[in-house]
Structures are given as structure tokens and as C-alpha cells.
């Protein structure tokens, strides 16, 4: 017995593998500064865990509608509108178990073979395995890192076709924490506004940006909330990625779809953690603020480390948890270097090459973790700088 052809297109996530990793080091007695998983390290604010016990108390333990409770539904609506400047219902709102599911439903519903894909590279990579397993053609939009991080709009034109059936954006962005400016936005509005194509705009990281205007949502400019779909959910944000919910905001014809993929895998997204979602949007935000301040002190600590190190030069990055060092001048490959730190070093990070061909040349570390681990994890790059100075041509 075979499995069906499509598996050997689906691709996976290499910071779960790198964990694993990480922890079979571990596990010998080896100590290891994890900068590789993207999660907060802050524990879920109380006030959302309460509002969960609570609801476990008070019987949430059942099956909740398909789409998410309207409650839940209504909060998300008003805080997206509230938060992109924007006009939605509830009835434009799916909740699912995670942000994940919104790159999975809709592409699943929306793209047929052949059908092509213009997406971030280096990016998260499930849109690209999403996109090969569907059998559509992935269209990679290269990032670069002298404009932050964003992309050259004359480049994206070109990759414009009459078979381009969805743009995918993420800003801030995962894995190099740039953010693409508000006028590169109102210009890919305006090359997209009168095509038939499907934005799918990953704004998980929405809340978390050290600029002093928050990131533009693609969905603020004139006729793009008809043909956007809104990620969004509540493992950065509120520190919930064990929770799994998230959701997504889009035209009703592609809710009517997801909710038709939901319950034929989910049935429905856990009840209980709904309450506690309506706790997260609707309860103080002091501690989303606190967080972001937090991330702001460790990505300047990080930043200013990784730049002293021979051969790394580390653009700070406008949102997000991730620095994306630019190692070309140590002479190594991306990958043997993030090997080389991990199981020399003790520093567990991510090559930049698993977030597509782009991202070849850097490594990924997320500063998820203590000013304290962090500055362990420079001084132990910095230890083993020799391994490459003696051979690298800068
Ligand atoms: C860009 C991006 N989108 C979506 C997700 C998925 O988030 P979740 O854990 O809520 O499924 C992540 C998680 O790392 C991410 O980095």
C-alpha cells in the first residue's frame, strides 16, 4: 500500500524538526539556548486562563456552531475593524483551531491545479507546501533585505500573469521580521484592485511591531476587503499557541466554503478556549503593550550581538520576534553554519534556506526567550567565530 501521490508534495515546518533536535541534546546533558521555535516564551495572561477555567466550570465543554460561537464572532469583527480602519460582520469571521487552518481551508477551496501563487520567499513554509500539494504553481516573490525586507514592486508585476489566482502577503513577516511600508501596500492595491485574484493577507503578527504607526492591513484601500482574506488569531498576539484558535476575516461565499471544510476535519473549534478568546479581545491590552516592549528591548539586545559577530550583519527588523542575520561573510552555507551552532554551539536556530531559496545566506533566531539567553547565545556564537574567520574571505 502506497500513500496518495500528493503526500510526496507536502513539505513541513523545520523549526518543529529542529526542536526535536535541540532536545535530543538535551536529553544527553547539553545545554541549548532555544531560538529557534516561534512562540511567545510569556505565559497566557491570567486574566484569559480565568475566563477559560470559568468557562469549563459553566459547561463550554460541548460542541459549539461550525463557524465559532457568534459571541466570539462578533469580537473578532469588531476588533478587526476597529484595528484595519475596516467594516466587517460577523458573518465575514470563521474561527479555527489556529492561524494555520487559514492558509489550509482556503487555498484547499480556491486553487486548482495549474492555478499560480505569488508568495513571500523567504516565507512561512507552509504556503509554499500548501501550494505544491494542491498541485498550483508557486510564483516566489523574493524579499530583500536592503528595502527591510520587502519586495521590489516592478518585480512583482512581472510575476503578474492572467493565471494568477492568489497573492499571499505577511507583514509583519515571518521569518524576517520586515514589514512592507504603507505605500508599497496602496500600490499592490492598485495593481490588484481590478483582478480576479485572492488576497490572502497574514496578519498574525499584526500586533506585534515597534514602528510608530501599526502595520497597513491590504484590506484599508478601496475595494480590496471584497477579495481579502484576513489571518489573524490569538497565539502571538496573547501568547495562546497551545491553545489553538485562530480565525479568519473574508467575502461570506469563502466562509460558506471553509465552514464546509471545518466540518467535514473539526467539527468545531473547542468551546472553552472561544470564551477565553472573547476574554483576550475584549479584556485589558496592557499585556499585549508590556509584551511588544519586552520584544522591542531583546530585538535591539539580539541585533546589536549578532552585528558584532565576524561575517554576520543583522537588519533590525520592524515587527515580529525574529532577527534574520545576513552570514554570507562567514564563507559557510547558511545550513552547515546553523548546524555548526547548535551542536557546537548550543545555540538551536534556523536556517534561513527552510523558508525557501531566497532565505539561503541567513539564519533565523527568534528572540522568544530572556535578555539573559539571549546574550548567552551571542557570546556562544561569538566563542566559535574563530571556526570561521580563519577561513572566510570578508
Ligand atoms: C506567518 C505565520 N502565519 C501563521 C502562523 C500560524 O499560527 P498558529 O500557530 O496560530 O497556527 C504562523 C506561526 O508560526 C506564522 O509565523
Known amino acids: 500500500m502506497k500513500l496518495a501521490e500528493r503526500m510526496s508534495r ?9 526542536l526535536v533536535k535541540a532536545r535530543a541534546l ?29 468557562a469549563l466550570d ?19 469583527a469588531a476588533y478587526v475593524s476597529r484595528t484595519r480602519d475596516i467594516k466587517v460582520g460577523p458573518e465575514h469571521v470563521s474561527v479555527v483551531p489556529g492561524g494555520k487552518p487559514i492558509i489550509f481551508f482556503p487555498m484547499l477551496a480556491l486553487l486548482e491545479p495549474g492555478d499560480e501563487v505569488i508568495y513571500p520567499n523567504p516565507g512561512f513554509p507552509i504556503y509554499e507546501s500548501m501550494i505544491n500539494f494542491l498541485g498550483a504553481k508557486p510564483v516566489p516573490m523574493p524579499l530583500e533585505e536592503e528595502r527591510g525586507f520587502s519586495f521590489d514592486l516592478d518585480l512583482f508585476r512581472d510575476r503578474l500573469s492572467d493565471r494568477t489566482k492568489m497573492v499571499i502577503l505577511n507583514s509583519p513577516q515571518n521569518p524576517t521580521g520586515g514589514v512592507i511600508p504603507h505605500d508599497d501596500i496602496r500600490a499592490l492595491a492598485e495593481m490588484l484592485r481590478e483582478r480576479d485574484v485572492v488576497v490572502l493577507s497574514d496578519e498574525i503578527y499584526a500586533r506585534i511591531s515597534y514602528g510608530s504607526e501599526p502595520p497597513t492591513s491590504i484590506t484599508s484601500f478601496p475595494g480590496m476587503l471584497e477579495k481579502t482574506i484576513i489571518l489573524d488569531g490569538f497565539s502571538k498576539t496573547y501568547a495562546m499557541t497551545g491553545w489553538r484558535m485562530g480565525y479568519g ?17 473539526n467539527s468545531c473549534t473547542a468551546s472553552f478556549t472561544q470564551r477565553a478568546g472573547i476574554a483576550a479581545l475584549t479584556g485589558p491590552q496592557n499585556c499585549v503593550d508590556q509584551m511588544v516592549a519586552e520584544f522591542r528591548k531583546r530585538r535591539d539586545a539580539i541585533c546589536g550581538g549578532l552585528n558584532q559577530v565576524p561575517g554576520f550583519r543583522c537588519a533590525v527588523p520592524g515587527g515580529a520576534f525574529y532577527a534574520f542575520a545576513n552570514v554570507k561573510g562567514t564563507g559557510m552555507s547558511s545550513s552547515e553554519l546553523a548546524d555548526l551552532l547548535l551542536y557546537e554551539g548550543g545555540v538551536s536556530c534556523l536556517n534561513g534556506g527552510a523558508f525557501g531559496e531566497y532565505g539561503d545566506g541567513y539564519i533565523r533566531f527568534s528572540y522568544a526567550n530572556s535578555l539573559a539567553n539571549l546574550e548567552e547565545a551571542v557570546t556562544r556564537i561569538q566563542k566559535l567565530a574563530h571556526r570561521w574567520t580563519s577561513v572566510a574571505v570578508r
Request: glycine fraction near 10%.
Open 10 to 18: 507536502i513539505g513541513v515546518e523545520s523549526a518543529f524538526d529542529v
Open 26 to 54: 538535551e536529553a544527553q546533558g547539553r545545554s541549548v539556548v532555544h531560538l529557534e521555535i516561534g512562540e511567545p516564551d510569556f505565559p497566557t495572561p491570567a486574566h484569559i486562563v480565568e475566563a477559560a477555567k470559568a
Open 58 to 76: 459553566g459547561g463550554w465543554t460541548h460542541y459549539g456552531p461550525t463557524q465559532g460561537l457568534p459571541e466570539l464572532r462578533e469580537a473578532i
Open 249 to 265: 476575516v473574508m467575502p461570506t461565499w469563502i466562509v460558506d466554503a471553509v465552514n464546509k471544510l471545518m466540518v467535514n476535519s
